[in-house]
């Protein structure tokens, strides 16, 4: 053996070859190396911004905005808000399009229905 990479076992600490599958002290059988999924790589991942929740929410909260209920569409605006800070913030967790879907069309139905709700408190006063 000549290879010179060496690591300890993990599990008695005797410096073993870094490929080895098991070692040969202690009997221990290693897991072959995990492939690590790139997330990135799946169907959704450039679709769903997953890991930019605010953005995420934003964006179903402007969705659901369109109900006449303008806390909603407020939410979405700060959301979407939150997602674009996070977005600029780790550019990898993505929503760009979610957060700025959440702000517009949040921001536009929560004026609207705050509007709505004022003009309908002051008519109810007049
Ligand atoms: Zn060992």
């Excluded at 870094?18 to 169907?43: H, M, T």
């Excluded at 780790?90 to 949040?106: F, K, N, S």
């Excluded at 609207?112 to 004022?118: K, N, S």
Aim: proline share 6%; charged share 15%.
């Amino acid at each position: 053996m000549s290879t010179g990479d060496r690591q300890p076992c993990p599990v008695c600490g005797e410096q073993i070859a870094a490929a080895a599958r098991k070692c040969r002290f202690c009997g221990e059988v290693f897991d072959a190396p995990e492939i690590e999924q790139e997330a990135e790589g799946d169907s959704t991942g450039g679709v769903i911004p997953y890991k930019n929740v605010p953005a995420l929410i934003g964006y179903y909260l402007g969705v659901f905005s369109i109900i006449p209920c303008f806390p909603i569409g407020l939410a979405a605006l700060l959301l979407g808000i939150l997602g674009l800070r996070k977005v600029k913030a780790q550019p990898e967790v993505r929503g760009t399009v979610h957060a700025w879907i959440g702000i517009l069309v949040g921001g536009f139905f929560g004026l609207v229905w705050l509007a709505g709700t004022v003009l309908a408190i002051l008519g109810a006063l007049a």
